[in-house]
């Protein structure tokens, strides 16, 4: 592979042209993502360590002009068209990168999206926390709202604190989960910068590419609505996994694997 400004991590032995994973944060380092409940071993996965990251290293561009970055992995890789797996904030990375190469990106699996900012559609997190959330969720979801971090330990600190909103439970797996992936205020607030004022009225008029969103029923940081909006205005396929949070390969990896076993062996 060429000479990058951006680490790449190759995950499974699949057949087929290679996937691109986009992880979110945003800027966590993608050691998150784990084995992706083994999903590259139906087509190989390379994950993008996005500009920020820990072995990438500087700071994101902004997410519209880091889309850039996928095409010259995608480049990279010999592909003139691909497939793209995005979880969470990484998803504002597929979508800007199809909007702005809308012959490169074959089709996207749109994991978990933070979706109000595309859809419009408020969250509907309080309502959903009112159902079943753990004491632990409920003071997440708090925290959320009132967290305003200032400094790089700050930062880790109120990521740490808001990790429950992010799970279904909160047992010593999902505990031990919210501590891989390194993360930096820098880096988020990076991610954000230069983003053209009419972004997200590009990306709606965008002839989309065949799109799966995946939603979990008890993710906070999401929503629920919000995220179905948004995969209809997209012309998306939509699963929503039950008992599951923001990180479906982690609480619902047979369901989570199966659903994206399904969309990247072919068209729907």
Do not use: N
Request: with cysteine; hydrophobic share 45%; glycine share 8%.
């Amino acid at each position: 592979m060429l000479a990058l400004p951006f680490a790449v991590t190759a995950l499974g032995d699949g057949v087929g042209d290679p996937v691109i994973v986009l992880p979110g944060g945003p800027c966590r380092g993608p050691e998150y993502l784990g084995d992706f409940a083994g999903v590259g071993d139906v087509r190989p996965l390379i994950v993008l360590h996005p500009r920020g990251t820990p072995r990438s290293g500087g700071l994101s561009r902004g997410w519209w002009a880091d889309a850039s970055d996928v095409i010259l992995l995608a480049d990279a890789l010999g592909l003139s068209s691909f497939d793209v797996i995005a979880h969470s904030a990484g998803t504002r990375l597929a979508l800007a990168t199809a909007a702005q190469f809308t012959s490169r990106v074959g089709s996207m699996a749109l994991i978990t999206p933070p979706a109000s900012w595309l859809s419009g559609t408020p969250s509907d997190a309080e309502s959903i926390a009112e159902d079943w959330a753990t004491a632990e969720a409920r003071e997440a979801l708090a925290a959320m709202t009132t967290d305003d971090p200032a400094t790089e330990s700050e930062f880790r600190v109120a990521f740490r604190r808001q990790a429950p909103a992010s799970y279904a439970r909160w047992t010593a797996v999902e505990q031990a989960h919210a501590t891989i992936g390194a993360v930096s205020l820098a880096s988020a607030e990076a991610w954000f910068i230069d983003i053209p004022p009419d972004a997200t009225d590009r990306i709606r008029a965008t002839s989309h590419p065949r799109a799966l969103v995946v939603a979990g029923s008890r993710d906070l940081l999401t929503g629920v609505k919000p995220v179905a909006d948004y995969a209809s205005l997209l012309g998306a396929s939509y699963t929503l996994i039950e008992d599951c949070g923001h990180y479906p390969w982690i609480e619902q990896p047979e369901t989570f694997r199966h659903r994206l076993a399904s969309w990247l062996t072919g068209p729907e």
